[in-house]
C-alpha cells in the first residue's frame, strides 16, 4: 500500500504473502478479521482447509 487510494481494495486482497507462515498440513484454520474473504479463499484453495 501506498496511499489512501489503495485502502479501499485492502479488504479484497488476498494476501498471498501471509501463504509461507501457513503450516503445510494445515486441514482447518481459524481467521480472525476476515473483512471481506480475500484471504480465507485463498486458504481454501492452497490448502483445502476447512476456514
Not at 14 to 23: A, K, V
Amino acid at each position: 500500500m501506498n496511499d489512501l487510494a489503495d485502502l479501499k481494495w485492502y479488504d479484497r486482497n488476498p494476501r498471498s504473502d501471509m501463504m509461507p507462515f501457513l503450516p503445510k498440513a494445515a486441514s482447518r484454520v481459524l481467521e480472525g478479521g476476515c473483512a471481506g474473504g480475500a484471504f480465507g479463499h485463498a486458504m481454501k484453495q492452497q490448502f483445502r482447509a476447512e476456514v
